[in-house]
């Protein structure tokens, strides 16, 4: 499986937009882009993911480069409970056709009131 | 019900011990996975079961006993442990494999059994 390359953290101003950069250089035509977040003390929690287009739902959008080696996760409106650990994720599926995820070090991202 | 549930919250075992960690889930997922996870580090997964038959096992020691004895159920048995243990073991089930639901590629944890062997 692809890894990814995360900064260990952030900061970003509640009201704003929060922009968090994964480097996945290595991922390979059929593995996806997935994106985690984990709040203290809580099991993670799946956000978005993607395999060539940008995708967007009601928690984030996500930004695949063209040639697929980097993506950005955005989250449009940042809010005090955004405040996490957020973990992008390239996977593929087993022969068995069940997920493989292998977890970064992730991004603690902190939102400043 | 789009919850997975593992019990007990909290565990302190002693190294003879045999205890076991439970996890239940009834949303019609065919997946379920282990996943150990140190204090302030990334989850690692453990285990995949897909169909109640384990299907990724990533060299986890025979120490840590994996069982699905049905589709909604995941135990992990825990015998002669050590303290380097002490973890969040989190669980986790996917849709993958439901027939007729599209893949998400989303998991679904609970929120962990916190671990501690003394």
């Known amino acids: 499986d692809a890894k990814t390359t995360q900064p260990p953290s952030m900061d970003c101003a509640e009201g704003r937009a929060a922009n968090l950069p994964c480097n996945h250089s290595t991922i390979s035509g059929n593995e996806y882009v997935y994106w985690y977040r984990q709040i203290h003390s809580q099991g993670p929690q799946y956000i978005i993911h993607?395999?060539?287009n940008n995708e967007t739902n009601e928690m984030a959008s996500l930004i695949i480069t063209e040639d697929r080696k980097s993506s950005t996760l955005i989250l449009p409106h940042a809010t005090l409970r955004d405040t996490a650990v957020y973990y992008c994720i390239v996977g593929s599926q087993s022969n068995f056709g069940n997920e493989k995820l292998t977890f970064g070090t992730g991004t603690r991202l902190t939102i400043i009131p | 019900d789009t919850e997975v549930t593992q019990t007990p919250k909290h565990l302190v075992m002693g190294m003879t011990n045999k205890k076991s960690l439970k996890c239940e889930q009834h949303?019609?997922?065919?997946?379920m996975y282990w996943y150990k996870q140190k204090a302030k580090k990334p989850p690692e997964l453990m285990f995949v079961?897909?169909?109640?038959?384990?299907?990724i096992n990533e060299s986890v020691p025979s120490r840590f006993s994996p069982e699905c004895p049905n589709s909604s159920l995941l135990n992990l048995h825990l015998h002669a442990l050590q303290p380097e243990d002490s973890a969040l073991y989190l669980c986790?089930?996917?849709?993958?494999?439901?027939?007729?639901?599209?893949?998400?590629?989303?998991?679904?944890f609970g929120e962990g059994s916190r671990l501690t062997v003394l």
């Open positions: 079961y897909s169909y109640e038959k384990l299907s």
């Open positions: 993607g395999l060539k």
């Open positions: 949303m019609g997922h065919r997946a």
């Open positions: 986790a089930s996917s849709p993958q494999g439901r027939p007729g639901l599209i893949n998400t590629g989303e998991l679904f």
